[in-house]
C-alpha cells in the first residue's frame, strides 16, 4: 500500500523530460488509467509472490489472513442457508457491502443469501491459484463502481498475454491427518499480442479437501466444553435417549430410557439423560474443478477483441448428526407398550411424555451442495482519438442444489412414534434398541432446495488521461454507461417450506431488477502537488427509482517523500432481491432470561433455538451512508514506508430484521413485542417449584424485516514496512498491518439511537498481522505472527448480561505462521510452510449467545503443514 511515493515522483519527472513510453494502468479505485501508484485512496495489492508465501489453498483463506478484512462465511458451516459458500467483508459490515470484481467486472450473487436475506458473491466461485494480484479498495466506492461498493472493494486480477505452460500443485495437512487438502493448476498461453496478434490464455484447476474430524484432537473429540467454562455438549438422544413426564402437576424431571449403551448422568437442567460421545466431522468434504479461458485478438494498433469464459463447480459434503424426532407431548392413555412400566415410579400410565432419541438406526444424515458456476464477458478494447475504450457484454449464473437425505417429516414421524408408545403392530418403538426399516423408512424422506442466480450487463467508457491541461497539469477524464439485469429464483422444498421437516428451515424468493447508470470521473491536478478525484454516478433502478452519488477525494504531495490524501462521497444501496421478496423459517439462538432466572440457568445454560418467521417487503426504502476518509503516507528513507488511514462510515436506514435477544428482553416493556413471541401453554407444577416462574418456553418469533436506523463506523488502518542489509548475508524485512476500529454503533430498533457494539466476539477492537522475513539469494524465510484482540465474552455487548461470566473477558489470541521460499532449479519455485506454528489451542465462549469456540476452523485444525510447487515448462 505505501512505499510508490519514491516511483510515483520519478516517473513524473520522467514525465516532464518528455518520455511517452511510461505504461499506464488501472488501478482499482478510479476509471482512469495513470502512472501514479498510489492515489487519493488507499489501495493494498497482494501480488502472486505474496499469495504463495500466505500457505492460503483457497481465496478466503487468504483474505482472512489480512486484519482489514473480515470473514462471515468460510464455507465449512451447514448451520447457514448459504452453506457451501465462503464470503468476505470490509469494515466490519455484511458482505452484500463488498464488492467483488474479476478483471474489474461485477460476478452473479450466490444463489443462496447469507441470512436469507444478505447477496453476496462466493469465494470458492474464484480459484486462487489462478489469481494474479489482489487489489483491496478499502474505502467508499458507490461512485465510481455502484451501490454495492459502500465499504470497498476486492478486485481479483488474472494473467494476460502469458506464454507457455506452467503447472502448480499445493499439498497441505493437519498434523493429525485430516483435513488434508490439495490442489492442482495448469496454466497454458499460446501466442504474443505484440508477434503474432492475438493470445489464447487457459487455466484448469482442481482442489480437495477432507473433513475435518472430531476424534482426532483432543480439545474437541469429548464434546464436553466444561473443560473451557461451557457446557456439556455430548449427545444425548443415541442409544437409548430419554424421555420427560410432561404432566404439569408433577414438574419432574427426565428419566434415562432403559438400556443406555452410554453413561448415565444428570444434565445441567437436572434430567437424567444418556450422554455418548460419537466422533463427528466438524468440516465438510470440498471438491472443485474449474476451467477459464481468455482470448484476445489485436485487430489493429491498440484495438482488440477479447473472449473471457469460465465454469467453475464446487461441492461441499456435509456429515450431519442423526435423524431425530420432534420434541413433541406423546399421549400414553390406554398404552400396551412395556417399557412404559420400567420408568422410575413417578411415571404413570396416561401422563403425556416427551421423547428425546435420534432414529440413529438410520444413521448420519449427509447433505451436498452443488455450485455451478459459469461467466461469458465479450468485447473491445481500443482507443478513439486520445479516448482509451472499452465495451462489453457479460453473462452470468450460478446454479445451487442443496440436496439432504434422511430428514423427519414431522406429521409421519409423530405418528409412527405415538403408535410405537401405544404399542401398536408397525410403530417405533423407543424402548427397543433397534427398530426395524420398515418402522422408520417411512417418515425418512430427501430434500432439495435449488437457486439460481442470474446478471447479464453491459457497459461502454471512455476515458484518457490528458483531456485538457490546467496550470500545466492534464485533467484526466472517464465517463460511461451501464445497464444490468439481476434476478433470484431461490425454490425451498415443499415440504421444508411448509415446515413439516424436523429441526430445518427454509427459505425461498423469486425477483428480479434492472439498474441503468452513467458515471463520469475527473482526475484534476489543481496545483503541481494537489491531485483531486472528482466523481459523479447515477444509478436508475427499476424498483427503487433513481440515485445520484458523489465523491470528493484528494492527494497532496508536498514533497517526495510524503502524501496526504482524504475523501467524501455518498453511497445508495437498494435492497437485496431476498429482502424484497424472501419468505423465510429460521432459528435463532437466544438467551431466555425470564425463564432462566427462576431455573436458575446461567451462560450457556440458558441458550434456546426458537423458531423465526421472516419476512421480505417491498416497502422497505434504501439504505444510504456516507463515507469519509483521511490519511497519511511517508516515505522517508528508500527502505521505510509507512500510512496511516482514518475511515468513518454512517449509515441511515439500515435494513434488518428486529434482533431477537432486544425483542424477548422487552417482552413486557416495549408495546406489540409480546406479540412477536409465540411460547408454550405454562407449567402449574413447574413454575410451583420454581418461584418466579411464569412464562412457557419459548417456541418461535416473528421478526419482520425492517428499516431499523443508523450504522456508525470509525477506525484506523496502519501499515509500516522496513527492510535493511544484514552485511553481505542478506535482507531483514519488516511488516506491521493494524486495523483498529474506533467506533461500531447500530441502532437496534426503528428511530432508536445507534448502540455500542464493539469489543465483542462479532466485533473485536484490533486485529493485528507482524511479518518478518529474512532473504538471501533466491531463498526467504519468514515468521507471521496473527493477532485478535481480547474481547468481552459474549458475541454483541447490547445484549442483556445476567450473569457475571458474560463480563469475564476473552484473552487476545496470537497464532505464528513460518513459511520458507526458495528457488532450486531455474523454472521451480518452492514454498513450504507451517500455519500455527505453535499448534495454538482454540478459544470457547461460554456466554448463552454464543456457547461455541470463536475461532475459525483455520485455526481449529490446528498445526497445518504445506508445499507449494510451481514449474514453468517452457
Excluded at 490528458?466 to 496550470?471: A, C, H, K, V
Aim: proline share 4%; glycine share 10%; with cysteine.
Amino acid at each position: 500500500m505505501a512505499g510508490t511515493i519514491l516511483m510515483a515522483s520519478q516517473a513524473q519527472a520522467q514525465k516532464a523530460e518528455g518520455a511517452e513510453n511510461i505504461q499506464r494502468v488501472v488501478v482499482t479505485g478510479s476509471n482512469i488509467s495513470r502512472i501514479n501508484m498510489e492515489g487519493p485512496t488507499p489501495v493494498e495489492v497482494i501480488k502472486r509472490a505474496d499469495i504463495s508465501k500466505s500457505g492460503a489453498t483457497t481465496v478466503v483463506e487468504l483474505l482472512a489472513k489480512l486484519p482489514s478484512v473480515s470473514v462471515s462465511l468460510d464455507g465449512n458451516s451447514s448451520s447457514t442457508f448459504a452453506s457451501g459458500a465462503s464470503s468476505a467483508a470490509l469494515r466490519g459490515l455484511s458482505s452484500k457491502y463488498t464488492l467483488i470484481l474479476l478483471n474489474g467486472r461485477r460476478l452473479a450473487n450466490y444463489g443462496f443469501a447469507i441470512g436469507a436475506q444478505d447477496s453476496f458473491v462466493d469465494l470458492n466461485s474464484l480459484p486462487l491459484s489462478a489469481i494474479e494480484s489482489v487489489e483491496i479498495l478499502r474505502d467508499g466506492a458507490s461512485a465510481i463502481y455502484g451501490s454495492d461498493a459502500v465499504a470497498g472493494v476486492i478486485n481479483f486480477k488474472t494473467r494476460t498475454n502469458y506464454q507457455g505452460i506452467e503447472g502448480s500443485v499445493n499439498l497441505g495437512a493437519n498434523e493429525q491427518g485430516d483435513a488434508r487438502s490439495g490442489n492442482a493448476t495448469m496454466t497454458a498461453g499460446w501466442g504474443d499480442l505484440e508477434k503474432d496478434g492475438r493470445n489464447v490464455l487457459m487455466t484448469v484447476d482442481m482442489y480437495r479437501r477432507n473433513p475435518l474430524v472430531s476424534r482426532k484432537h483432543e480439545n474437541l473429540s469429548a464434546h464436553d466444553y466444561r473443560q473451557f467454562g461451557g457446557t456439556d455438549n455430548r449427545t444425548t438422544t443415541q442409544y437409548m435417549g430419554w424421555v420427560r413426564n410432561q404432566n404439569t402437576k408433577k414438574a419432574e424431571k427426565g428419566y434415562v430410557i432403559p438400556g443406555c449403551l452410554g453413561t448415565a448422568e444428570r444434565n445441567s437442567s437436572g434430567d437424567m439423560v444418556c450422554f455418548t460421545n460419537p466422533s463427528t466431522d466438524l468440516s465438510p468434504t470440498q471438491e472443485r474443478a474449474g476451467i477459464s479461458t481468455i482470448f484476445t485478438q489485436r485487430l489493429n494498433g491498440n484495438d482488440e477483441l477479447f473472449l473471457e469464459a469460465g465454469y467453475t463447480e464446487n461441492s461441499s459434503s456435509f456429515v450431519k448428526g442423526m435423524p431425530a424426532f420432534t420434541n413433541a407431548n406423546y399421549s400414553t392413555v390406554g398404552s400396551t407398550n412395556a417399557g412404559l412400566a420400567s420408568l422410575p415410579s413417578g411415571f404413570a400410565k396416561g401422563d403425556p411424555l416427551q421423547v428425546f432419541r435420534s432414529v440413529y438406526e438410520a444413521g448420519n444424515r449427509t447433505s451436498k451442495v452443488t455450485s455451478k458456476t459459469a461467466r461469458l464477458v465479450a468485447g473491445w478494447r481500443g482507443t478513439i482519438g486520445k479516448w482509451d475504450s472499452e465495451g462489453a457484454i457479460g453473462l452470468n449464473q450460478n446454479k445451487l442444489s442443496d440436496v439432504n437425505d434422511k430428514q423427519v417429516l414431522k406429521d409421519k414421524s409423530t405418528l409412527a412414534l405415538q403408535a410405537g408408545l401405544l404399542g401398536k403392530v408397525g410403530g417405533y418403538d423407543p424402548f427397543v434398541l433397534n427398530n426395524p426399516a420398515s418402522a422408520y423408512l417411512p417418515f425418512l424422506t430427501t430434500t432439495h432446495h435449488n437457486s439460481t442466480s442470474k446478471l447479464s450487463s453491459g457497459e461502454w467508457k471512455m476515458s484518457t488521461p490528458d483531456l485538457f491541461t490546467l496550470n500545466g497539469e492534464q485533467v484526466g477524464f472517464a465517463w460511461g454507461v451501464q445497464g444490468s439485469h439481476e434476478s433470484i429464483d431461490d425454490v425451498a422444498d415443499p415440504e421444508a417450506a411448509k415446515g413439516n421437516i424436523v429441526n430445518v428451515g427454509a427459505t425461498s424468493s423469486k425477483a428480479s431488477r434492472t439498474v441503468y447508470s452513467v458515471y463520469g470521473e475527473f482526475n484534476v491536478p489543481i496545483v503541481k502537488q494537489v491531485e483531486m478525484q472528482l466523481a459523479l454516478r447515477g444509478d436508475h433502478y427499476s424498483d427503487f427509482g433513481t440515485s445520484y452519488n458523489p465523491k470528493l477525494a484528494l492527494a497532496w504531495r508536498p514533497s517526495s517523500t510524503v502524501l496526504v490524501r482524504g475523501s467524501a462521497t455518498t453511497s445508495f444501496k437498494a435492497p437485496t432481491l431476498p429482502q424484497i421478496a424472501s419468505t423465510t423459517t429460521a432459528f435463532s439462538t437466544v438467551a431466555d432470561w425470564a425463564r432462566c432466572g427462576p431455573l436458575g440457568y446461567v451462560g450457556a445454560n440458558c441458550s434456546y433455538s426458537p423458531t423465526v418467521y421472516l419476512a421480505g417487503s417491498k416497502d422497505l426504502k434504501a439504505e444510504k451512508a456516507k463515507n469519509y476518509s483521511l490519511g497519511i503516507v511517508l516515505q522517508p528513507m528508500k527502505n521505510l514506508s509507512a500510512s496511516l488511514d482514518w475511515y468513518s462510515v454512517r449509515q441511515t436506514d439500515t435494513i434488518q430484521s428486529l434482533d431477537a435477544q432486544y425483542v424477548l428482553d422487552h417482552e413486557d416493556s416495549i408495546p406489540g413485542f409480546a406479540g412477536l413471541i409465540g411460547r408454550d401453554p405454562r407449567n402449574p407444577g413447574l413454575e410451583a417449584a420454581n418461584p418466579g416462574l411464569n412464562k412457557g418456553r419459548i417456541k418461535d418469533m416473528r421478526l419482520p424485516y425492517q428499516n431499523v436506523g443508523k450504522t456508525n463506523i470509525e477506525g484506523l488502518d496502519l501499515d509500516v514496512k522496513y527492510s535493511f542489509k544484514v552485511g553481505q548475508y542478506g535482507t531483514l524485512k519488516l511488516r506491521e498491518t493494524n486495523s483498529y476500529s474506533l467506533k461500531y454503533e447500530q441502532s437496534i430498533t426503528p428511530g432508536s439511537a445507534p448502540t455500542d457494539r464493539m469489543d465483542g466476539t462479532d466485533h473485536p477492537k484490533w486485529s493485528n498481522t507482524l511479518r518478518a522475513a529474512f532473504e538471501w539469494a533466491d531463498k526467504e524465510v519468514a515468521l507471521t505472527a496473527r493477532t485478535s484482540a481480547s474481547t468481552k465474552n459474549i458475541d454483541d455487548p447490547t445484549k442483556t448480561q445476567k450473569e457475571a461470566i458474560t463480563n469475564a473477558r476473552i484473552g487476545a489470541y496470537t497464532v505464528w505462521d513460518m513459511n520458507f521460499t526458495m528457488k532450486p532449479i531455474k523454472d521451480l519455485d518452492l514454498n513450504l510452510g507451517i500455519n500455527n506454528l505453535f499448534d495454538k489451542g482454540i478459544v470457547y465462549s461460554n456466554s448463552a449467545y454464543n456457547n461455541t469456540y470463536v475461532n475459525s476452523l483455520n485455526y481449529v485444525v490446528g498445526r497445518y503443514i504445506y508445499l507449494n510447487a510451481r514449474y514453468k515448462f517452457k
